[in-house]
């Protein structure tokens, strides 16, 4: 599976911004697909994930209420949109995806297999 993310800019505080995550071939239901970003200076962190078999979705605290992921499974895309950007959201964002697993390990970085090369995301204040 290839991931290939973007749709990342500059923006200002409060602005929104929609991140795209093409996939390579159709994964439908056999996939959790999430949404990962490493700021500067930090560990990559999770951010978002939507599971293949249900369609399930599981968000970091930090962005819940903000942030909305969702896939298309017809158009093998899955999409992250971002409201009320902070700059502590500030970061390369990441998308990637794993065989459906058991749902504790959605939010680790350890249990995805395939990454996208990252998209660049910068909020000023």
């Known amino acids: 599976v290839q991931l290939q993310a973007s749709g990342g800019g500059l923006v200002q505080a409060g602005d929104s911004l929609r991140l795209s995550c093409a996939r390579s071939?159709?994964?439908?239901?056999?996939?959790?697909m999430g949404w990962f970003r490493q700021g500067p200076g930090k560990e990559r962190e999770f951010v978002a994930a939507v599971r293949g078999n249900t369609g399930t979705t599981v968000y970091a605290d930090s962005v819940k209420g903000r942030f909305t992921i969702s896939r298309d499974n017809a158009k093998n895309t899955v999409s992250l949109q971002m409201n009320s950007l902070k700059p502590e959201d500030t970061a390369v964002y990441y998308c990637?995806?794993?065989?459906?697993?058991?749902?504790?390990?959605?939010?680790?970085?350890?249990?995805?297999?395939?990454w996208g090369q990252g998209t660049q995301v910068t909020v000023s204040s």
């Open positions: 990637a995806a794993r065989r459906t697993a058991v749902l504790n390990t959605i939010r680790d970085v350890v249990a995805y297999d395939y």
């Open positions: 071939e159709r994964t439908g239901s056999r996939y959790d």
